[in-house]
């Protein structure tokens, strides 16, 4: 209970106090001149002041409230060392029962934790304070005790201006004779050229090691690392040839350190996207047809496309009567294209081409050397491949998976997709195929084959195949077994997706990773691993996965669409994650293997120190013993040797509140008129 006196005037203050001087004045002047009754009318002044004053007193009816203290307990990725886990929940249980001990005082915990993506990585110990302090009375606050490794990621730049109206003490969790081995990425690039050469710049750090030669491992891709011998501190170059599109994934690991607080950041993980720079593509072109121009148009159109036009107009064998000496052509240089620079090229496109004498067996057969050492051929035929003097009775018999059976059919139908080309990513989706009918034109002639290899993704006329794709040795062969795709190009009924399927032809051809028909992958997606395979096969294994720690999970694949199996797993480890089906291995980075959390695992003050001393807190080790807890008043210091304070607010809340006017009882109003009237009874005498 509280009392005190307040004023709630009748009239403004400046009147009152004009009045109150105006009746001085008149006192004044009547002691001056000796008047009877001064005194009296002196206190009928001061009354009638006070009553215009109006005094009220006040009760205020009140009780004490809590201080609140603030506990940040880090449960981030750099914490999970199991002593300082243990140390932690030691720390964390002694504070909560310190806090009971000391009077009028409350305990409010928040954790942080981390990710292990370059998001949400690191310790963001001062974000987890601020969003406690919103709903923390500023008069109420006694102070934070964060309990961490000290790797805070947020500490306030300006340590002066953190704007934290209270201690913020610091108990260290970790050990001053900690020891850790580390692999350090100081240059990794994001993109490079397909077939050019990168550089990954790593170094090996310890802290507190023996400062001895270390044999570093370091795998490209997936394949069988090798060894480099580094000392600490010293920088490492590795070149990296980017030999596919896509993630090349370059991982370095380092052995572990006896006794390390962690092995976690003894591996860095540099992922380069590789981006291909322009496609070389050869194009022969052999009898003129209403779909040749349509085959040049749209390999012109494409920016990315380096295109070699290779047209046969007048055949060697050709006796028209025409001079030489009047033909504005010039010999074609077949040798260097089809000999010498033939591995320059990406892809060789045969269009409507018959065998002939300027180009020989010899070059054919070289074409189907380059196939099988890894090279990629397009073959668009007509009524061509159906004649004795077709592709197939040339070396490339080797390499064709559609065998012409002599008959070319002729009829309209539209290009479907078979249930194979419904899985295989090159027509898988392809726009128009929705529903059982395409909603693309039609096509009116077809070349009638057998096939006894590789895949039937599209088919025509009786269900015959249309296009059909194929392994060949290390290479690619993909049959367009019609010569009437130009009518899609046209418009022709609404034309059709010519210019996807060429694209998806041309980049499967070239192995690009998100066209493979078989292939395990996985890409992380927030913190889960998504884990995908592709295949042809109707159904799909479960997958092994290798953690970095080396630590399996196995997980079962569901069919998402026809081809498509998927599963998820959530991300523990940050770092290169292995995986097997049986049949094919693959690697997939997930997380980030240079985070901030891994980045330095050394216990330290240094971070958190600075903020500390600017708010009268302090950091102190908890190997060195819980620092004893004590509630301190404002004013004072707040930390010394083997204690932290709490700062006493001695904070309260209103309960109720009673007002009484002094003017306005009828004791008051019956001094006032006794003061009046016994001014004028001696005024009268």
Do not use: C
């Not at 997930?590 to 001393?613: C, F, N, R, Y």
């Amino acid at each position: 209970m509280d009392w005190n006196i307040s004023f709630d005037p009748v009239l403004p203050w400046v009147l009152i106090a004009g009045l109150g001087l105006l009746g001085l004045a008149l006192v004044a002047a009547l002691a001056f001149a000796r008047a009877r009754g001064v005194l009296l009318r002196a206190l009928s002044l001061v009354l009638l002041i006070a009553a215009l004053a109006n005094p009220v007193i006040r009760n205020e009816q009140s009780e004490p409230l809590t201080d609140i203290a603030v506990a940040v307990i880090d449960r981030s990725l750099s914490q999970q060392n199991p002593e300082r886990v243990e140390r932690t929940d030691a720390a964390a249980e002694a504070l909560k029962e310190a806090v009971a001990r000391l009077p009028n005082t409350e305990l409010r915990t928040v954790e942080v934790k981390s990710g292990i993506s370059s998001e949400d990585d690191g310790t963001r110990a001062f974000e987890a304070l601020n969003r406690a302090l919103a709903d923390i009375p500023p008069e109420r606050f006694a102070g934070a005790v964060m309990i961490t490794d000290g790797e805070i990621h947020d500490a306030p730049p300006d340590a002066a201006k953190s704007g934290i109206g209270g201690p913020v003490h610091g108990i260290i969790t970790g050990s001053k004779s900690e020891k850790d081995r580390k692999i350090v990425l100081d240059k990794a690039p994001r993109f490079g050229m397909v077939g050019q050469e990168q550089t990954v710049t790593f170094r090996l750090e310890e802290v507190n090691g023996p400062g001895q030669t270390v044999p570093v491992s370091v795998s490209i891709g997936g394949e069988s690392p090798m060894t480099i011998d580094v000392t600490p501190g010293q920088t490492v170059d590795i070149p990296v040839t980017v030999d596919h599109g896509g993630q090349n994934i370059v991982e370095i690991v380092a052995p572990p350190l006896e006794g390390e607080i962690s092995v976690q950041n003894n591996r860095a993980v540099a992922v380069i996207e590789g981006v291909r720079d322009r496609l070389r593509v050869l194009l022969v072109s052999g009898e003129p047809h209403p779909g040749e121009r349509t085959w040049r148009n749209l390999l012109k159109a494409d920016a990315s496309v380096d295109l070699v036009h290779f047209t046969i107009l007048r055949p060697p064998e050709k006796q028209d009567g025409t001079p030489t000496k009047e033909l504005a052509l010039i010999a074609f240089p077949t040798r260097e294209l089809f000999v010498e620079k033939l591995d320059q090229f990406d892809l060789v496109i045969f269009d409507r081409y018959r065998r002939q004498t300027v180009l020989p067996a010899a070059y054919m057969a070289n074409i189907a050397r380059y196939v099988a050492d890894g090279g990629a051929v397009l073959i668009a035929s007509g009524p061509d491949l159906a004649g004795e003097d077709g592709l197939y009775y040339t070396p490339l018999s080797d390499i064709i998976a559609a065998a012409p059976t002599g008959e070319v059919l002729e009829g309209p139908f539209k290009p479907e997709l078979t249930t194979q080309g419904r899985k295989h990513p090159v027509t898988k989706d392809l726009p128009g195929s929705e529903g059982k009918t395409p909603s693309w034109g039609r096509w009116f002639r077809l070349v009638d084959t057998t096939t006894s290899s590789g895949e039937t993704v599209m088919s025509g006329l009786d269900g015959k195949p249309l296009l059909v794709l194929s392994h060949q040795g290390k290479g690619r062969v993909a049959q367009l077994l019609s010569d009437q795709g130009w009518l899609w190009a046209r418009g022709f009924e609404g034309g059709g997706p010519q210019t996807e399927l060429l694209r998806r032809m041309a980049h499967w051809l070239m192995k690009e990773p998100d066209l493979e028909e078989e292939a395990l992958l996985a890409k992380q997606q927030g913190n889960d691993l998504v884990i995908e395979r592709r295949t042809m096969a109707d159904t799909a294994s479960n997958v092994t996965v290798t953690l970095p720690s080396g630590k399996t999970e196995e997980v079962q694949l569901r069919e998402v669409s026809p081809g498509r199996f998927q599963a998820s797993l959530p991300i523990t480890e940050a770092g290169l994650h292995r995986l097997s089906d049986g049949k094919l291995v693959s690697v997939a980075a997930a997380g980030d293997g240079d985070a901030k959390e891994m980045a330095s695992l050394i216990a330290t003050t240094a971070i958190l120190d600075p903020v500390a001393k600017s708010t009268g807190g302090s950091v102190q080790w908890f190997e060195d013993g819980m620092p004893q807890l004590v509630k301190v008043d404002a004013g004072r210091q707040m930390s010394g040797s083997g204690w932290m304070g709490l700062r006493s607010n001695d904070a309260h809340r209103v309960l109720a509140v009673s007002d009484t006017p002094l003017f306005a009882t009828l004791l008051s109003l019956a001094v006032l008129l006794l003061g009046l009237g016994g001014m004028w009874y001696r005024e009268g005498r």
